[in-house]
């Protein structure tokens, strides 16, 4: 991790903006490189990236490396991170209080990786990065400006977990796509 991510994990670390940090095992602040031209955004940590302090390392973490490397990545060649960097309980949606009390977080991780690219992953990463209320099912596979970052939006692992024979084909033609670009 860079001396910069260090220090911003040590202050996000003590942020008590919303009551999230009661009830969390650990901070599950991002992992990766810190000069990642990707950055893969996620929702919020669920239970085991709770227990572990990493994101996306449960059942939607093993489907999202599987993903990485059908782009020709790794985990270790992109940055993961999550809007909020504590749990919701019971794995509930984040609430809108709670996303404007962790965002600041995320926007400073983004501007010290400074990325080319940023993966969006489901509808709540999707629709904070690209500031629409548009879903990812209208939005994914295809890249969208925000800034001077490209914003590639993909269907969530967990929901392609739950819908194999129908999400799960066009989560993968959306990452061979996204490998597609980066090598362009």
């Known amino acids: 991790m860079s001396a910069a991510l260090e220090q911003l994990c040590i202050e996000t ?15 599950v602040f991002g992992v ?3 000069q990642a031209r990707v950055l893969v955004v996620g929702e919020a940590p669920g239970a085991e990236e709770d227990a572990q302090g990493e994101p996306f390392v449960g059942r939607s973490g093993k489907l999202l490396t599987e993903m990485l490397e059908a782009a020709g990545l790794s985990r270790e060649d992109v940055y993961i991170a999550n809007i909020l960097k504590c749990r919701p309980p019971d794995n509930r949606n984040p609430l ?22 940023i993966v969006t992953v489901g509808n709540f990463a999707t629709q904070f990065i690209l500031k629409t209320d548009l879903g990812v099912t209208k939005l994914r596979g ?3 400006v925000a800034g001077r970052f490209k914003v590639y939006p993909v269907f969530h692992p967990a929901y392609a977990l739950r819908n194999r024979n129908t999400v799960l084909p066009q989560l993968e033609a959306d990452f061979s796509a996204l490998g597609k670009l980066l090598g362009a």
């Open 13 to 27: 670390d003590a942020c008590r903006a919303c009551t999230l940090w009661q009830g969390r095992t650990n901070l």
């Open 32 to 34: 990766g490189n810190p």
């Open 96 to 117: 809108p209080e709670e996303i404007q009390a962790c965002t600041p977080w995320l926007r400073e991780q983004t501007r010290i990786i400074n990325p080319e690219f």
């Open 142 to 144: 295809r890249i969208h």
